[in-house]
């Protein structure tokens, strides 16, 4: 049974760091395109950022040059280090992942982080 578990969340004040972490499980990470989506209450998820099992990388617009996203296949684990947060960052942020080509997406349950001072 695939897993994907985020743990890192926390309250944090404007500008500060905070790196989120998502521990996979049940298939090797090396397989796996990773996504990081956040949701605030009331309003659609949307992504963040994503990393292929190639490596390649894309940003949404309001986190490029702020955000971080990174893999470590050798742990299964992978990351979304954020900086310069700002309080419209607060959601709840969800790992996902999907094999290349495949559709099925799988999903961790989230955590919450919050900006405020």
């Known amino acids: 049974q695939v897993q994907l578990v985020e743990s890192g969340g926390d309250s944090v004040q404007p500008g500060g760091s905070l790196r989120l972490s998502c521990e996979v499980s049940g298939i090797t990470l090396d397989t796996l395109f990773i996504e990081w989506h956040r949701q605030a209450p009331g309003k659609q998820r949307e992504l963040v950022a994503r990393?292929?099992?190639?490596?390649?990388?894309n940003y949404a617009d309001f986190v490029k040059g702020r955000f971080t996203i990174s893999r470590d296949n050798t742990q299964n684990a992978a990351y979304l280090q954020m900086t310069d947060r700002r309080p419209d960052d607060s959601d709840v942020y969800y790992c996902?992942?999907?094999?290349?080509?495949?559709?099925?997406?799988?999903w961790g349950q989230g955590t919450q982080v919050t900006v405020s001072s």
């Open positions: 996902a992942g999907h094999r290349n080509g495949i559709p099925k997406m799988y």
């Open positions: 990393i292929t099992s190639f490596g390649r990388i």
